[in-house]
């Protein structure tokens, strides 16, 4: 199973110089990824602007969304930037893609956030075919650059719905779950995703990722809870179970680690809730005590 780590990105204050150093330190790392996570109303740096940033200053490690909320963007320039970052990162890009839930976000767009899921799916076919080379529509001609991936970026459906589901069968090429790590529902929604990949007579099986937040070292933990809760903020009372599910000692990211393995996951991305640079060296020795 393959390792992955967030930009503290989505965090507030983090200072741009500290997101920088930070993808240089996990690229020399054990770790597979660097994840962003999306929002538009909040203070986080952009997810697509900040992974081309990252990719002039890494070299290996894959660059990943975790995910990013399509319907908030325009399939023609999305499409293309995702070809940008995928070409000029020598095809190292990973596009997980969602239709988000927080109003604010659609508002603040703005764009109709009912009927989303529709217009996520009308994304998705008019990526595949920009990708591919086709014309972008009647009396539209190809949009480039060409992804250094043949038909495009990996791309990772996240959500938990049956719809959600379903689109890894037709579009995907795996399923990214939310920020608990695995649990029954998580391992059930993968299923049903490999259901519809089997239904559209696809070949092998989608890939799994799994994620997680952590905050490790001492007199850390109130700290990335109130992170949590203020990023969490719109869910109310769920706000505070997502915060007691941070993930705070070596032992128990070992543990959270061993769970993705035993639950099938191909790659697990832990997401920080604190802004220092430590961050990558206390996660990476967690890391490589569980891989030793």
């Known amino acids: ?14 200072p741009a110089p500290l997101v920088l150093d930070w993808a240089r330190r996990a690229d020399a ?22 992974l081309a940033a990252a990719a002039g200053v890494t070299q290996r490690i894959r660059l990943m969304t975790t995910v990013l909320i399509a319907p908030l963007r325009n399939a023609g320039i ?17 596009l997980g893609l969602g239709v988000g839930g927080r109003e604010d ?3 603040a767009a703005p764009v109709a956030m009912k009927g989303r899921g529709r ?30 991936r043949a038909g495009g970026p990996e791309v990772l459906i ?11 069968g037709r579009w995907g090429d795996g399923f990214i779950s939310g920020g608990g790590g695995v649990s029954e529902r998580t391992v059930a929604a993968y299923k049903l995703a490999e259901e519809a990949w089997k239904a559209a007579g ?39 179970y997502i915060a007691k ?17 035993e639950a099938g996951v191909d790659e697990v991305i832990a997401w920080p809730c604190i802004a220092e640079l430590d961050q990558v060296d206390r996660l990476a020795e967690a890391v490589e005590r569980f891989s030793s």
Not at 79 to 90: G, H, R, V, W, Y
Not at 125 to 137: E, L, S, V
Not at 158 to 168: C, I, K
């Open 1 to 14: 199973m393959h390792i992955g780590i967030g930009l503290p990105s989505t965090i507030p204050g983090a």
């Open 29 to 50: 790392g054990p770790f597979s990824s660097l994840g962003v996570l999306d929002r538009l109303v909040y203070t986080n740096y952009e997810p697509l602007v900040t």
């Open 78 to 94: 999305l499409a293309k930037q995702a070809a940008t970052i995928d070409a000029l990162s020598n095809g190292r890009l990973t």
């Open 105 to 107: 976000d659609f508002l």
């Open 119 to 148: 217009r996520f799916e009308q994304q998705l076919d008019a990526m595949t075919r920009i990708w591919a080379g086709r014309p972008a529509g009647e009396g539209v001609g190809p949009i480039g650059p060409r992804p250094a």
């Open 158 to 168: 996240g959500g938990n719905s049956p719809d959600a589901l379903r689109r890894v």
């Open 202 to 240: 696809r070949p092998g099986k989608p890939r799994f990722v799994a994620a997680f937040y952590y905050g490790l070292g001492p007199d850390v933990a109130e700290r990335a809870a109130g992170y949590i809760r203020d990023y969490y903020a719109f869910l109310g009372p769920m706000a505070e």
């Open 245 to 261: 599910s941070i993930v705070s000692s070596p032992e128990a990211a070992q543990q959270t680690f061993q769970s993705c393995v």
